[in-house]
């Protein structure tokens, strides 16, 4: 069975930092691109970014831009994600998932391209 596992996930003040992790198992990591997503109270899931499997290509929403890193290492089965200058606005459950191409094409930035989730870790930034 495909399982994601998120974590890292907690509160961090306006401004701070944050490292999320996804551990994977159940199928083979290097073979697909993965992403990370975020679903804020009230609002629908939320493109965050996204990374092909051999690292070689990332995308991120505006939103994120400049301020979070997708990574991931093929040998450990994780995915992370590197959040920095973080704002209010960023306080959401973030999930990683798992696409169904190896390669960023397609349509990468909507849910329907995805075939594996993880259960969510809440990140709140708040003062």
């Known amino acids: 069975d495909v399982q994601l596992v998120e974590s890292g996930g907690g509160l961090v003040q306006p401004g701070g930092s944050l490292r999320l992790s996804c551990a994977v198992s159940?199928?083979?990591?290097?073979?697909?691109?993965m992403s990370w997503v975020r679903q804020a109270p009230g609002k629908v899931r939320e493109w965050v970014a996204s990374?092909?499997?051999?690292?070689?290509?990332?995308a991120y929403a505006d939103s994120v831009k400049g301020r979070f890193t997708i990574s991931r290492d093929n040998a450990k089965n994780t995915l992370y994600l590197q959040m920095n200058s973080m704002k209010p606005e960023d306080t959401a459950v973030y999930y990683c998932?798992?696409?169904?191409?190896?390669?960023?094409?397609?349509?990468?930035?909507?849910?329907?391209?995805?075939?594996?989730w993880g259960q969510g870790t809440q990140v709140t930034v708040s003062s």
């Open positions: 998932a798992k696409y169904q191409q190896s390669k960023l094409v397609g349509d990468y930035y909507k849910m329907e391209g995805y075939d594996g």
């Open positions: 159940g199928f083979t990591f290097k073979d697909y691109a």
């Open positions: 990374i092909n499997n051999w690292s070689s290509a990332r």
